[in-house]
């Protein structure tokens, strides 16, 4: 069976240091990948999407960044962050060529002080 | 433009009585569906979807969808509701714009059962 890996659970930051986030699929082969943030414990964003090892597509333009490195991993990067860059990060799968319903990780909580 | 839009902030209902939670949706050409449910400080969980075929779905707890073309609706329905339904739920169409990469998520209905 297919699971999704995210780490860390949990992340303070202040304002202005660097950050990377990951995310790790097990179970499947050339998943989608997607990176959401999530504010106020509502409405999702979709920051990034990628399709294929080093094929990334951002939505939102902003001082974040996104790469996939192998097949089944996709990591969130920043140089320097914002207090506007604190949020529940979000990772999900879903498969290609496929109905489309996509699979969500644990979560990150990035508080940025 | 494509859409979903979710009515309702809150819904309210009383443990074992049947609840309802509206979706809305606009896309060009043949919509494809989806609910999700978030409990808190959790990632979201794929409930059921809306393809093709019959029009109401069956998904996971106990939770059916009816897909309504006439009324471009897709609501989550139970029968009988229990307390730890209660979360925060998620309608979402496939983005038919680019490929259907892209999820068009709601802004979120929060659904709270009483006992």
């Known amino acids: 069976s297919q699971t999704i890996h995210q780490w860390p659970a949990t992340l303070v930051q202040p304002v202005g240091s660097p950050l990377s986030l990951e995310c790790t699929v097990e179970?499947?082969?050339?998943?989608?990948l997607y990176w959401y943030r999530q504010a106020a414990g509502r409405g999702l964003q979709l920051l990034f999407y990628?399709?294929?090892?080093?094929?990334i597509s951002s939505e939102v333009p902003q001082n974040l960044s996104a790469s996939r490195p192998q097949d089944r991993q996709f990591i969130l990067s920043s140089k320097k962050l914002l207090l506007s860059d604190s949020g529940f990060y979000l990772c999900?799968?879903?498969?290609?060529?496929?109905?489309?319903?996509?699979?969500f990780g644990p979560g990150t909580r990035l508080t940025v002080t | 433009a494509q859409s979903v839009a979710q009515p309702e902030d809150q819904v309210n209902v009383a443990e074992g009585n049947p609840l309802t939670v509206k979706c809305t949706y606009s896309?060009?050409?043949?919509?494809?569906l989806f609910w999700y449910v978030q409990y808190p400080n959790r990632g979201l969980q794929f409930l059921l979807k809306?393809?093709?075929?019959?029009?109401l779905v069956k998904g996971s707890y106990g939770f059916e969808a009816e897909f309504n073309k006439s009324q471009t609706s897709f609501h989550l329905k139970k029968p009988s509701a229990l307390v730890s339904d209660s979360a925060l739920y998620f309608c979402?169409?496939?983005?038919?714009?680019?490929?259907?990469?892209?999820?068009?998520f709601g802004a979120g209905t929060r659904l709270f059962v009483k006992a």
């Open positions: 990628s399709v294929g090892i080093g094929q």
């Open positions: 809306y393809i093709t075929g019959d029009n």
């Open positions: 979402a169409v496939r983005d038919t714009n680019t490929g259907g990469f892209k999820t068009i």
């Open positions: 999900a799968w879903s498969v290609t060529a496929s109905s489309y319903e996509q699979y």
């Open positions: 896309v060009s050409g043949n919509p494809y």
């Open positions: 179970g499947t082969s050339n998943p989608n």
